[in-house]
């Protein structure tokens, strides 16, 4: 082994290890949170439970229709807007800009909610 | 409510029907009939008596033309208020098929699908291939406008109609038209007609004489039956300033899965049954929602209706009955004491 081989050699395994914590550490947000807790939203008797519902930016809310009726999830400023949603089907929404989302049943407008994001 | 106004009805009740049994006697006797409830509207003055089979060849002997409204068909539902949509249909059409006067066509004021699949669509289509009418006029209800626009419900209902699926048509001298009041609806609201249907609606009865018998038929109610479940249209009331000055106005509606009826001057509304599930009355419930009932009640609370007209009197029948017509005990709170219900 040549002097210059044990020098790469003794700092290779430090530098790799490095490397290594590196890439499996989550990316670092915004805030000082290292992960973005999600948030389910459930529809059942044509209502969004809970009404209002207040995540991180970077967080996924996900609604589940609990209803034997279809229903849909339709941002009043368009900014998403699901597939009808039958019984037991889901919607998912990353919401990445912070804000409050109001949005609506487009089948029964009566039903509406909103996303806080801070 | 009593006050001067329920008394007025009743006298004027009292003077049409003639036969001694005041309103109240005719409701606990109508209890006992089960068979169906004939609204009779003479200028706008609401008469009523029972309604037996024999009775129905009378009354459509003597009228000019008939026509069946079935609503809210929901095929593809599946839950357990009703697991076989396309047989409870299947029944309503059979009952249709019975009737000694086969009618000059059929409504169906919306809900036909519960999707707005195009098998859902197919299977209604095939189911109604049986009926003895065979002309159907039909308009969207909010499940039959789940794909974009509903486009899937135009492309196979929408010929010859306007807009979202709005249209009129004369039939003996009578003036229809379908309205579309469950699209493009607004978060918080109920239903809505929107500004250019409404502008098309005062276009289309602009001139026509006042004597002209209307009948306005759409999927949401016309009239406020009950808000918190959406049980309404936001602009009805503006369509129905169109027609206040004819003399005979019939509004048909469905949506609610029961029967509502009212009258205001010379404009009756009325909801139908479902062929598919019933729901609850208002506030009874947590939600609007499919309601259970035990198997064997189903087709007690679903039901069609039979408008009969008699265009020379300006009169027209309205008869709402069960797919199950099995003569109910006084006891029973079915289908025969919804029909009663009067907004006041």
């Known amino acids: ?118 | 409510m009593r006050g001067k106004k329920q008394g007025l009805i009743d006298q004027k009740l009292q003077d049409l029907n003639n036969d001694g049994v005041d309103r109240r006697g005719f409701l606990k006797c109508m209890a006992w009939a089960g068979t169906g409830l004939v609204w009779t509207l003479n200028g706008g003055i609401p008469g009523s008596r029972a309604f037996a089979k024999t009775a129905e060849r009378s009354a459509a002997k003597g009228a000019d033309f008939t026509f069946v409204q079935i609503s809210d068909s929901h095929i593809g539902f599946n839950k357990p208020a009703n697991p076989d949509v396309t047989a409870t249909l299947q029944t309503a059409i059979s009952k249709i098929n019975a009737m000694p006067h086969t009618p000059d066509f059929i409504i169906h004021t919306g809900d036909l699908s519960q999707l707005s699949k195009p098998s859902e669509f197919d299977t209604l289509d095939q189911s109604l291939k049986g009926a003895s009418a065979k002309q159907i006029y039909f308009v969207p209800g909010e499940h039959d406008m789940l794909s974009d626009n509903g486009e899937q419900y135009l492309e196979r209902y929408g010929k010859g109609t306007k807009g979202t699926g709005y249209y009129s048509f004369d039939h003996k001298g009578v003036h229809f038209v379908g309205l579309v009041n469950v699209a493009n609806l607004k978060a918080g609201g109920m239903g809505s007609l929107g500004h250019e249907q409404l502008e098309w609606l005062e276009d289309d009865l602009n001139g026509r004489s006042a004597s002209t018998p209307i009948v306005l038929f759409a999927h949401i109610p016309l009239w406020t039956i009950y808000p918190d479940w959406g049980w309404g249209t936001d602009d009805s009331e503006q369509a129905l300033s169109y027609v206040k000055r004819f003399g005979s106005v019939t509004v048909l509606n469905g949506h609610i899965h029961q029967i509502m009826q009212k009258v205001e001057g010379k404009v009756s509304f009325h909801t139908a049954m479902s062929t598919a599930f019933p729901q609850p009355a208002p506030g009874t419930a947590p939600s609007a929602g499919p309601m259970k009932v035990p198997a064997d009640q189903l087709q007690r609370v679903l039901g069609i209706t039979d408008v009969n007209y008699v265009v020379s009197g300006h009169s027209l029948a309205i008869v709402d009955s069960p797919l199950d017509t099995s003569v109910s005990s006084a006891s029973e709170n079915g289908s025969g004491s919804s029909l009663l219900r009067l907004a006041r």
């Open chain 1, 1 to 118: 082994m040549t002097r210059t081989n044990v020098w790469v050699r003794s700092l290779a395994i430090p530098a790799m290890i490095a490397m290594l914590l590196l890439a499996g550490s989550p990316r670092v947000a915004a805030t000082d949170q290292s992960s973005t807790p999600n948030a389910e939203v459930k529809i059942d008797n044509f209502s969004f439970g809970p009404q209002t519902v207040t995540v991180p930016v970077g967080a996924t809310v996900t609604w589940v229709n609990h209803d034997d009726i279809p229903h849909t999830v339709v941002s009043t400023d368009g900014v998403f807007k699901s597939k009808v949603r039958d019984t037991d089907e889901k919607f998912s929404y990353t919401f990445t800009k912070a804000g409050t989302y109001s949005y609506f049943c487009s089948v029964h407008p009566k039903m509406t909610g909103q996303v806080v994001v801070q």
